[in-house]
C-alpha cells in the first residue's frame, strides 16, 4: 500500500478536527457572491459531464467515480433545483436554461404513486422553477404529482407510507416524509384542494405524537399496523433504533419549520424550536456545528461528518429564527451562521476542478449500509445554496 494512501485519511481527519477546534474563535463571514461564483464554475462542468438527462447527479462511489441515478430515484430532483437556485440568486439566463432542462426531465414522476417522495422528485425543480418564472407547463406536474403521492395515505392509519416493507413491517413511516409535505400543501393552496392540506396536518399531527422522544428528538422510523397502532420504532439509516441520527433530526427541523410557515399551527413551530434546541445544545455537536452522521455513533470522535444535516439545518435555521423570539432567533442565527462558515470552508468546501464538481464534501447517506459514506450528495449542495440564499435575505 502506497504511504500517501495511508496518510490521505489521517491528513483529512487532521483538516476536520483543526477546523472544528478553530471556527468559534475565527471572525470569518460568508462571502454569498463568492461562493455562488464558485458554485457557478462546478456546475458549469458538472453539466459538461451530464449530457444525458436521464442520469441524475448524486454523488460519488468507493473508488472514486460518479454515481448517478435514474429519474425514480429519491434525489433525483435536487439537481434541477440547484440549478434554479443558481438563477435566483444570478438571474443569468443559462442557469434558467440548464434549470428547464433538468426539471423537464422530472416529468414522468408526476404519476409515480411508489413513492413517499414526490416532494423531493418534483417540488425541488418544478416549485422552485414555478416560483421563480410562473412558467404554466410546471403547474400541472405538481398538480398531479401531488395526488399521485396522496395516495400513499391510508385514513386508518392517518399517514403516508414510506416504504411497502420494512424489517417485516407493512407500514413504516419516516422522518423524512415531513418534507414532502410542502407540495402536498402547495397543491392544495393553488388548487383550493382543501383534502391536501388536512391529510398533511393529519400526517404531521401523528408524527408528531409518535416519532418523537421526550427531549425532542426524533426516531428514524415508526412501524405502524393497519389501524395506525405503533408495532415499534427502529432506525434504517441511524447508529442504533434510540440513536439521534443526524439527517432525521435535520429533516424534523426543516419540515415543522415549513408547516409552520404552511399552517401557523403553533405546535408545528414548537416541535422545530425542540428538536433545533436538541440538535445544537448535544454534547456531542462539535464546535465548527458539523454534525457526526449520528450524534450517538459509537466510536465518535472518529466517526464520519454528514454535511449534508448541516447544510439542511443551516437553512432550516434561517426560517425558524423568523418565527421565534428575539433571544432564540439570535441563536438560531449564529448557529446557521457558523454552519455556513463552516460549510464554505476548505474543510467542506470542495475546490473547483475536485470533489467531481460537487460543492459540498464529507457526507453520509446510509453508513450502515455502507453507502456514500464520506461522499459528497447532491442535497447537500442543494441545501447549502438554499442556505446560502436565505442568509443572503438576511443581510
Sequence with gaps: MKRSTVLA?????????????????????????????RAGEQLTSLLKTHPDL?????????????KDTKSEWWTSGFFGGTLWYMYEY????????????????MQPEQHNTGTHDLGFMLYCPFGNGYRLTQNPAYKPVLLTGAQSLATRFNPAVGLIK????????????????????????????????STLRRLSIIHADNTLKNHFRPDGSTFHVVCYDDKGQVL???????AADN?????G???????????YRETRLDRYRQQARKTADFFLNHPNLSADKIPYWDLNAPSIPSEERDASAAAIVASALLELQLYSPAADAKRYRQAAEQMLVSLSSPAYRAAPGTNHDFLIKHCVAHKPAKSEVDAPLVYA????????????RLK
Design 9 to 37: 485519511p489521517l491528513l483529512a481527519a487532521l483538516l476536520l478536527l483543526t477546523a472544528s477546534v478553530a471556527a468559534p474563535a475565527q471572525k470569518r463571514k460568508i462571502d454569498v457572491r463568492q461562493e455562488f461564483a
Design 54 to 66: 436521464t442520469k441524475f447527479p448524486y454523488s460519488t462511489r468507493p473508488d472514486g467515480t460518479l
Design 90 to 105: 444570478s438571474k443569468q439566463p443559462q442557469w434558467q436554461q440548464a434549470a428547464d432542462r433538468w426539471t423537464v426531465a
Design 162 to 193: 414510506s416504504w411497502n416493507d420494512f424489517a417485516g413491517y407493512k407500514y413504516p413511516v419516516i422522518i423524512d416524509n415531513m418534507m414532502n409535505l410542502e407540495l402536498l400543501c402547495w397543491a392544495a393552496r393553488t388548487s383550493g384542494d
Design 232 to 238: 415499534a420504532r427502529k432506525t434504517a439509516q441511524g
Design 243 to 247: 440513536s439521534a441520527w443526524a439527517r
Design 249 to 259: 433530526q435535520a429533516w424534523a427541523i426543516y419540515g415543522y419549520t415549513m408547516l
Design 381 to 392: 449542495d442543494y441545501y447549502y445554496l438554499e442556505a446560502l440564499l436565505r442568509y443572503d
